[in-house]
């Protein structure tokens, strides 16, 4: 029924397009969007990306194709955020509407399910949300990601523990970690990230647990965590996991010297949990106080002044990164000279510039190895950046004070 209902929404939206519109010079996008489901709230954060860029590039002209002047459209469905309903959605949007360019989806799950469907018909996809590893040692040719992998989130959190704690007179060698991870490819690897880098470090990983699926209760977790007092919990869940962590941890008064996670902007941490939220570091792919800047947002501050006209919330690095993947095929498009999907391939293969997002340049497997990932700490309501120190516009607030001191 809701397969249906999916379809149903698409038609009554005037959303089934051929890839290129003699009658209006259109050249359409296609995307399969979490509208639904777990990831529901990150979907709307990567459509709304990817529309305020279309709507930008659109008042600016369009784009210019071998001396023509097209407009960029966007075809969605709503995946329902299942890997198996992505695939699907994949093939029709290449088979039965006829787009020869695709937008990624929301998470590293959903991308892996649609990366094979369009590496078969060779149409280029370019993602913003999918940072898994795993996905960049297939060996696709049509599959280009312009964020910064999982695997490197939470690197900057185990650093700055580890300086913290020389910081404070202590050998990193003592510093006890504990993690709870959902069990999807993105907070697997990086888990698997986490894991790595503490034992680098000397420290030792005390709790290893996974999120329950329905990240609905860590409680046993938290529990773990009172008795075993690690100095470091990180913690990966996408937005849902982040708002139940943030909750069970206030309400259990659980306490550790530094708090770390994923998604804590996307899932609005500071608005839902106030003081609460504290002293919680938040990897991200981005900020607005960044130094990017290009020829159709303007700076990362200009970009976060759009969204904030457009939709009002403060954005969250995912309408950023999915703003920017809208960028990329604007511009392949013009140095293609051409709308040939090989050729747009090999146009996005040879990106080299910067965004407001940040630097783009992709690797033979896809990856963007221009852009490095920031850590930001919740200070005084606010997201200040405190990592790495090259980008850092304030000092990290360690170690958290106890409960009955905040």
Request: charge should be neutral.
């Amino acid at each position: 029924m809701l397969a249906r209902v999916a379809v149903l929404i698409t038609v009554c939206l005037g959303l089934a397009a051929p890839a290129v519109n003699a009658a209006d010079d259109t050249i359409t996008l296609g995307a399969a969007v979490s509208l639904t489901g777990k990831y529901s709230i990150n979907g709307k954060y990567t459509r709304d990306g990817y529309d305020l860029a279309v709507k930008r590039i659109n008042e600016m002209g369009g784009v210019t194709v071998d001396g023509k002047q097209y407009k960029l459209k966007i075809n969605y469905y709503d995946d329902e955020s299942t890997p198996a309903r992505a695939a699907q959605l994949a093939e029709r949007l290449i088979s039965q509407d006829g787009v020869k360019f695709v937008l990624g989806p929301y998470s590293s799950g959903l991308t892996k399910a649609m990366a094979p469907v369009t590496e078969r018909y060779k149409v280029p996809m370019v993602e913003a949300n999918g940072a898994s590893r795993s996905l960049f040692g297939k060996g696709y040719q049509y599959l280009f990601a312009v964020l910064s992998t999982s695997d490197q989130y939470l690197q900057s959190a185990v650093s700055l523990m580890a300086e913290q704690a020389k910081a404070h007179g202590r050998d990193p060698g003592s510093v006890k970690v504990a993690g709870t991870f959902q069990n999807d490819p993105f907070s697997q690897d990086i888990r698997a990230g986490v894991m790595h880098d503490a034992k680098q470090a000397g420290m030792q990983m005390v709790i290893d647990d996974q999120l329950p699926p329905n990240l609905d209760d860590m409680s046993a977790t938290l529990t773990k965590v009172k008795a075993l007092k690690p100095d470091l919990l990180t913690v990966s869940g996408h937005a849902k996991g982040a708002i139940l962590a943030i909750r069970q941890i206030s309400e259990m008064k659980v306490h550790v010297n530094m708090l770390a996670m994923t998604h804590c902007d996307s899932a609005q941490i500071i608005k839902k949990f106030g003081k609460d939220a504290e002293y919680t570091l938040c990897a991200s792919q981005w900020d607005r106080s960044l130094a990017y800047h290009d020829d159709v947002f303007g700076s990362a501050d200009d970009f976060a002044k759009a969204v904030e006209k457009a939709y009002d919330y403060e954005p969250p690095y995912q309408v950023a990164e999915s703003a920017a993947a809208v960028i990329v095929y604007a511009k392949a498009f013009e140095r293609a000279g051409s709308l040939d999907p090989q050729k747009v391939r090999d146009a996005i293969a040879a990106t080299d510039m910067q965004t407001f997002y940040g630097n783009i340049d992709f690797d033979d497997t896809g990856k963007n190895t221009a852009k490095p990932m920031v850590l930001y700490q919740v200070q005084d309501g606010k997201y200040v950046v405190v990592a790495p120190s090259k980008w850092a516009s304030a000092k990290v607030r360690y170690p958290i004070p106890p409960w009955s001191e905040r």
